[in-house]
């Protein structure tokens, strides 16, 4: 279980909140969090038309801006997580030590503007069947949230699943996928 608040290894960005109620498109219960490998505990995602949410049974959790979320698959590469999911990309950094939200593009180090600090969840349902209405459901919710510096962002979703490890019949890394875009990555035969 994570606890709120600064205690011993807790991530402070949880927070407690009511569960999302107008425009939910898929409820996902029993949906366990990982942020960055670790794992947040179990809890049900909420897929609304205003953001991503996850809470655990205790009611902390956290929410995602569609803004923020730079890319979505299922992954079914058991050697990248054993288990199936919904892999989210993030533009945002959240750290244990904070006692903010995550940081935004506006509030980072302006030291480097061409790196943007990035967040990897993944949310492991219980039921894998699952994961096709999560996908469906986030592609939903994306498309009402375009990316005003993305001139091409109209066009980066077609309505069919993109499967990034069975492209070509090959494994690939996940990380040179960038904002819908697929890039060819290096595989060793």
């Known amino acids: 279980m994570v606890e709120q608040g600064g205690g011993g290894g807790a991530m402070s960005f949880l927070k407690r909140f009511p569960p999302p109620a107008d425009g939910v498109r898929h409820q996902q219960p029993d949906t366990e969090a990982l942020l960055a490998g670790r794992s947040l505990g179990s809890g049900t995602l909420y897929i609304a038309e205003s953001r991503l949410s996850w809470l655990e049974n205790s009611g902390v959790g956290f929410s995602l801006d569609y803004p923020t979320i730079s890319l979505h698959a299922v992954s079914r590469d058991l050697s990248a997580y054993p288990r199936e999911h919904l892999y989210v990309m993030v533009n945002a ?97």
């Open 93 to 189: 950094k959240f750290e244990e030590e904070t006692k903010e939200a995550p940081m935004t593009e506006e509030e980072g180090d302006d030291s480097d503007d061409d790196v943007e600090p990035i967040a990897e969840f993944r949310f492991v349902p219980s039921d894998k069947s699952a994961l096709e209405a999560m996908f469906s459901a986030m592609c939903e919710c994306q498309a009402l949230h375009p990316d005003p510096d993305d001139e091409d962002s109209d066009n980066d979703y077609e309505g069919d699943e993109y499967d990034v490890e069975a492209r070509d019949g090959m494994e690939v890394d996940i990380a040179p996928v960038v904002a819908g875009q697929f890039e060819d990555a290096e595989v060793d035969h």
